[in-house]
């Protein structure tokens, strides 16, 4: 069973931290939902999040980073990516883009070429993530069950398969974020979340590229 950290003093970020740096799986919450993470540095941490969830490789682990130093290093960013996230990151948006050369050899599912990138709006997500580095994190459900609302919920779901878990009250929005897809000529909404389709196409038609 996971240790529990109920508050979001340093002990439970170097917690997490520590933990993620053996390999083992964490819960956190982010901006959106609770989110279950892992180093994709480290061998086989990921295949413990696939295995929790029991999901598909088939579906690609996102990844969330600190800033867009940390993004840039994940994935190639085209003037589409920067104008998008200079406008909603930290926050609920999720780009699909090419991955750089170090991130092309992380386990996060089938797919090898592209990476989903965001900077979630969260305190305790971000300082996590300034102490470890980019992680692989995807909602903290059963793959086919709703996302639970709260740590507790997350907990029957997932605790068996938790190094640490962090987090206190409901998720801040309980919604998953909005995912653009940059990697073609013409970006593609692959899910509409509080961010609009009009707002992405607003914002990305400022780029050279535009939206598309």
Avoid: C
């Avoid at 490789?57 to 994940?74: I, K, N, S, Y």
């Avoid at 000529?185 to 389709?197: D, M």
């Amino acid at each position: 069973m996971a240790e529990i950290f109920r508050t979001e003093a340093v002990e439970a970020v170097e917690a997490a931290a520590t933990a993620l740096a053996a390999g083992g799986v964490v819960v956190f919450p982010t901006d959106t939902v609770f989110g279950i993470a892992a180093n994709p540095t480290v061998t086989g941490a990921t295949g413990r999040i696939f295995a929790a969830k029991r999901r598909s490789r088939e579906v690609t682990l996102p990844v969330l980073v600190a800033g867009l130093d940390q993004a840039r290093d994940v994935a190639a960013l085209d003037a589409r990516a920067e104008a998008l996230a200079a406008r909603y990151w930290p926050g609920p948006l999720t780009l699909v883009l090419a991955r750089s050369e170090s991130s092309r050899r992380w386990e996060l599912g089938e797919e090898r070429a592209t990476v989903g990138v965001r900077v979630p709006d969260h305190p305790v997500a971000l300082a996590i993530l300034r102490r470890t580095g980019p992680l692989a994190v995807t909602s903290a459900n059963v793959s086919g069950e709703p996302t639970p609302v709260d740590l507790d919920g997350v907990l029957v779901s997932l605790g068996d398969h938790l190094a640490v878990a962090v987090g206190w009250g409901p998720a801040p929005r309980g919604r998953a974020s909005t995912v653009v897809d940059l990697t073609g000529p013409v970006a593609r909404l692959v899910r509409e979340g509080e961010i609009s389709a009009a707002d992405i196409e607003a914002v990305a038609k400022g780029a050279p590229e535009g939206l598309g």
